[in-house]
């Protein structure tokens, strides 16, 4: 299972720690996403993927059920593991939204991620500024300090921000809106290695800013100060990506 954070966590190029079932769901599910194994072609066979994988049947198949799961493969009796369409596909799912990081994605897949996140978070944020207590204030204002702490660091500095709208999120009081934060945290990490480096230390100050200026209307419980505060945050990590481009990962 993908771990909140784990995405960003790799902008530095750091291997991190996997075991092997792991490592055949990513080899696989990125393989899938990235168009290695095309929509509606089949796997190849058990006995080629563990020789492939180096890994046992019971790790191959405990690995598949898992990507079943997460609708982007589907077993068929006599035919193998086909890859599923993807209309399928959770694109909710942590790891899912990871791959596509890895993968090309169109200038349309991702202004539909960042629309579909400003319209959840919006919400989240209405929420919160109803809701909150002083421990999520506390919270608030420490991961924003931080965020000021670290805008030289990418890695940090979006890891910082991604626990911004973690807090927001828990504050909403309201569980369902936790599944939104695997597609804030690839958008976080989409606008991270997009925004042009020469401008990256004044997009990451303004991007603090204005977080900031969320906290401050979610502490005074202004409701529609915050969600239009949010909104305005989402629209400029958007355009800090390059007009009409799409994206793949390139490490910094």
Not at 32 to 50: H, K, N
Not at 76 to 99: C, I
Not at 224 to 234: D, K, P, T, W
Request: one cysteine or more.
């Amino acid at each position: 299972m993908s771990e909140p954070g784990s995405l960003l966590r790799s902008l530095s190029g750091r291997p991190s720690a996997r075991n092997f079932h792991a490592f055949v769901i990513n080899e696989i599910g990125g393989g899938i996403v990235s168009g290695r194994y095309p929509v509606g072609s089949t796997l190849p066979s058990d006995a080629e993927m563990m020789a492939s994988f180096s890994v046992s049947r019971t790790v191959l198949r405990e690995a598949l059920r898992t990507l079943e799961s997460k609708g982007i493969v589907e077993a068929r009796p006599k035919v193998g593991t086909r890859v599923s369409s993807r209309s399928r596909w959770n694109f909710f799912d942590r790891q899912v939204l990871a791959w596509h990081f890895e993968a090309d994605m169109t200038p349309e897949f991702v202004a539909g991620l960042f629309d579909v996140r400003t319209r959840l978070e919006e919400h989240a944020t209405g929420l919160a500024a109803l809701q909150r207590n002083a421990e999520h204030i506390r919270l608030l204002k420490y991961w924003v300090h931080q965020m000021e702490l670290a805008h030289e660091d990418m890695e940090a500095h979006a890891l910082a921000a991604l626990e911004v709208h973690r807090v927001i999120v828990d504050a909403s009081a309201n569980p369902l809106l936790r599944s939104a934060l695997g597609l804030v945290e690839l958008t976080l990490a989409i606008v991270a290695v997009a925004v042009p480096e020469a401008g990256r230390t004044r997009f990451r100050e303004s991007q603090t800013a204005r977080c900031n200026a969320l906290v401050g209307a979610v502490e005074a419980g202004q409701e529609s100060a915050a969600c239009q505060a949010m909104v305005e945050l989402v629209a400029f990590e958007f355009a800090g990506i390059p007009p009409g481009a799409g994206h793949r990962a390139r490490r910094a």
